[in-house]
Every structure is written in structure tokens, then in C-alpha cells.
């Protein structure tokens, strides 16, 4: 079974950082993309950056130049560092892991974790 946990989240000033990580369970003979999103209160879920299978990477503007993502493939996980933070970065960071297929057979279904909570104070 497929299982998503985050960690890493806290209570920062702006100006300061956190790293934020994420590890998939049950995924050892899947090929999968894996992201970060967040949500603020009143506001929708929005993408954050995001990792493909292949390698490739994918920012939002608003963290371009900030935010970097990384993988650990042997232990199916994925990191963001997050530095010089800001107020309006205020969010529960969620990762997503989409799998596109497990041994020959296509899967193509997103799986979430329950999200970690990261605030900025001005």
C-alpha cells in the first residue's frame, strides 16, 4: 500500500529556513513523480515544484531562486529546501507522489500525505 509522510515543517522569522522532507512507502517497483504544494487559509491548493521520475524539475514563480527540490531515490523520498522565507509563505506544505505505473502495468493515480504546517512571522 502506498503511504506519503511529510516532516520538517515549523515556526520561522522571515529571512530564515526550514527543510521540509517527504518518504513514499510501497512504491520499491513503481515509477513515480513526486511534488509539493501548499494551501494557505482561505485560498486553493496551489503547486510548489515538483520532481518528475526522469529527473526533471519544475518551479512555481513565486519560489524561483528560493525554494529547491531534491530526491533520494534509493529511500523514495524527496526534500525542499526552503530559504529566505517569507510571511505570504505561511502554508500546510502537502507532497504528492503520482504513480504512473508499478512493474509493466499503468497506475495513474496521486497519493497525499496529511501535510506539514509552515509559518513565517514578519
Known amino acids: 500500500q502506498v503511504q506519503v509522510v511529510e516532516s520538517g515543517g515549523g515556526s520561522v522569522q522571515a529571512g530564515e529556513s526550514l527543510r521540509l522532507s517527504c518518504a513514499a512507502s510501497g512504491v520499491m517497483y513503481c515509477q513515480y513523480d513526486m511534488a509539493w504544494y501548499r494551501q494557505a487559509p482561505g485560498k486553493e491548493r496551489e503547486f510548489v515544484s515538483k520532481i518528475d521520475a526522469d529527473g526533471t524539475t519544475g518551479d512555481a514563480e513565486s519560489v524561483k531562486g528560493r525554494f529547491t527540490i531534491s530526491q533520494d531515490n534509493a529511500k523514495n523520498s524527496v526534500y525542499l529546501q526552503m530559504n529566505n522565507l517569507k510571511p505570504e509563505d505561511t502554508a500546510i506544505y502537502y507532497c504528492?507522489?503520482?504513480?504512473?505505473?508499478?512493474?509493466?502495468?499503468?497506475?495513474?493515480?496521486?497519493?497525499w500525505g496529511q501535510g506539514t504546517q509552515v509559518t513565517v512571522s514578519p
Open positions: 504528492k507522489i503520482h504513480v504512473v505505473r508499478c512493474y509493466e502495468d499503468y497506475v495513474r493515480k496521486d497519493y
